[in-house]
């Protein structure tokens, strides 16, 4: 059975750090492009990061541009943003995701880890 299962959330204060990570199961991690998005309150969810099924390449929202590296472990199968600086625009559920192509595509969702900052 394919999953996601995102950990690491909790409350900071602003300018702190924390590592979200996404433990994947059920299906061939390296062959996917990997994501993270987020939630707050009241708002859509939006993009983070995202890091290509190679590895080579990754893509952030500008937002969280150069604060929050996206990375893998391919050999344990689980995704990484650390989120560096954080900012009291930054909590939020954090998901991590992967698209599934295929004949009929679809999308794999863990069930999400809030993150927390305090002023």
């Known amino acids: 059975q394919e999953r996601l299962v995102e950990s690491g959330g909790g409350l900071v204060q602003a300018g702190g750090s924390l590592r979200l990570s996404c433990a994947a199961s059920?299906?061939?991690?390296?062959?996917?492009?990997l994501r993270w998005f987020r939630q707050a309150p009241g708002k859509d969810r939006e993009f983070v990061a995202v890091i290509s099924a190679s590895g080579g390449s990754t893509d952030y929202a500008d937002s969280v541009k150069t604060r929050f590296p996206i990375s893998r472990d391919i050999v344990r199968n689980i995704l990484y943003l650390q989120m560096n600086s954080l900012k009291p625009e930054d909590p939020a559920i954090y998901y991590c995701?992967?698209?599934?192509?295929?004949?009929?595509?679809?999308?794999?969702w863990g069930q999400g880890t809030q993150v927390t900052v305090s002023s």
């Open positions: 995701s992967v698209a599934v192509i295929g004949a009929i595509p679809y999308n794999i």
């Open positions: 059920g299906f061939t991690f390296r062959r996917h492009d």
